[in-house]
């Protein structure tokens, strides 16, 4: 099967050419333009587009922000425990933040809830 085709790049003409010859040659150009390559997309946190970070812990940070709004103390007191997030919300790993007192299990959330109440902040 043959075909005339032009690159659309170099305008080069190609008679008596396979489909996937045709194909090889628009895809690996020379004249073809660069496109920029990027690891990740940029994200978009409290309606800002923010660069992809190198630290994932920092990121699901940042969204379990803009999940709550922009409030941080909702963020601490988030109650969406089947989120798979929900561990990591403090931005940091769980075993770190429960060091620092945070509540990183159902359990310790709940004694912090009662805490609370019973100080009359909820």
């Known amino acids: 099967m043959t075909s005339d085709k032009i690159c659309k790049y170099c305008g080069e003409e190609f008679n008596n050419i396979m489909p996937l010859e045709?194909?090889?040659?628009?895809?690996?150009?020379?004249?073809?333009?660069?496109?920029?390559k990027t690891a990740f997309p940029d994200i978009t946190v409290y309606g800002i587009r923010e660069p992809w970070s190198s630290r994932p812990i920092k990121m699901i940070r940042k969204k379990c922000i803009d999940c709550s709004a922009g409030q941080f103390i909702?963020?601490?007191l988030c109650p969406a425990f089947k989120c798979p997030l929900w561990t990591y919300r403090f931005g940091e790993r769980p075993k770190t933040a429960f060091e620092k007192g945070r509540?990183?299990?159902e359990e310790h959330y709940e004694a912090i809830m009662v805490e609370r109440k019973e100080r009359g902040l909820d």
């Open 22 to 36: 045709f194909a090889s040659h628009v895809r690996n150009c020379p004249k073809k333009p660069k496109q920029k």
């Open 74 to 76: 909702e963020v601490d």
């Open 103 to 105: 509540a990183v299990t």
